[in-house]
């Protein structure tokens, strides 16, 4: 199969997992593929696929540069990218984290990228909150007493009360 046509083949699979995965997905260009992906910390992750000539690539946001603790955070997301599957933690130059991934256009199944979908997603979504709390920790405290004195609401906070009042550590910390 020529180059042209791998590349067709991968796209229309592409589009067509996203279909039946019922994603919420925009395409762009005939090649590229924005998919949100639904999260519970993180309420959603955009994820970017782009359908090269020789490759399928992912690009997903994670969280922005955190504002302290960047050697705790990026030794975190490094001993994290020995357990990843397919993807892997990266910085951009400005210090963002996303998840990156290559795949070989033959390669590429549904199977497989509904695999990396689920890793992205579980790796997004599933580590957002330890992210904010290595690195954004005097922020959420800020938060939460702003919140407190002008009385609003603390239900997007609540996993990180323990920041906030020692006292309200979970148990086995």
Known sequence: MGDTEERERVAQLVE??????ELA????????????????RKLST?????VGGHTLSLNAFVVRRPDENHEA???W??????????VSYAIDR???????GKLAL??????????LLGTVLENADGSFNTLLELG????IRKEWDWRVKRGESLRNLEAFAHLADPSRRPSGE
């Open 25 to 40: 997905w925009e395409r762009p260009d005939p090649y590229s593929f924005v998919v949100t992906l639904p999260g519970t």
């Open 73 to 75: 955070v990026y030794r």
């Open 136 to 139: 954004f920790a005097t922020s």
């Open 106 to 115: 033959a390669a590429v199944t549904a199977e497989e990228l509904d695999r």
């Open 46 to 50: 955009t994820c970017s696929l782009v």
């Open 77 to 86: 997301l490094l001993e994290r990218n020995t357990r990843l599957y397919g």
């Open 16 to 21: 067509d997992t996203l279909k039946d995965a």
């Open 94 to 100: 400005l210090g963002d984290v996303f998840l990156v």
